[in-house]
Nanobody, 124 residues
Framework: QVQLVESGGGLVQAGDSLRLSCTAFGRSFSSYTMSWFRQAPVEERKFVAGINWNGDTTLYADDVKGRFAISRDNAKNTAFLQMNSLKPEDPAVYYC?????????????????WGQGTQVTVYS
């Protein structure tokens, strides 16, 4: 069992940066693929970025590639999402998710554990 707690969301201006954190409570954080998803009102939850257990593989959605960076610190049981050059289309509730597999996958249905979400709002 893994409990995930996100933090770092907020209200920022377009072009600014935010860093989201996802801290895991439970066993074997380093065994999990960690990913970030986001969900805007009346939209489906969408994959944003993922990182495998040791950080040597990352995967990004096309609309965040080059602006967002996912990382993890297994010693601190924490995954991060650095979001730069935020755009008006980035606002959503951002969720972290954990999957006990060695590969990064994009499907939300594959993930076993979810955080409660953190709101990101961008104004222009």
């Amino acid at each position: 069992q893994v409990q995930l707690v996100e933090s770092g969301g907020g209200l920022v201006q377009a072009g600014d940066s935010l860093r989201l954190s996802c801290t895991a409570f439970g066993r074997s954080f380093s065994s999990y693929t960690m990913s970030w998803f986001r969900q805007a009102p009346v939209e489906e939850r969408k994959f944003v970025a993922g990182i495998n257990w040791n950080g040597d593989t990352t995967l990004y959605a096309d609309d965040v590639k080059g602006r967002f960076a996912i990382s993890r610190d297994n010693a601190k049981n924490t995954a991060f999402l650095q979001m730069n050059s935020l755009k008006p289309e980035d606002p959503a509730v951002y969720y972290c998710a954990a999957l006990l597999r060695t590969v990064v996958v994009r499907g939300a249905d594959d993930y076993e554990y979810w955080g409660q979400g953190t709101q990101v709002t961008v104004y222009s």
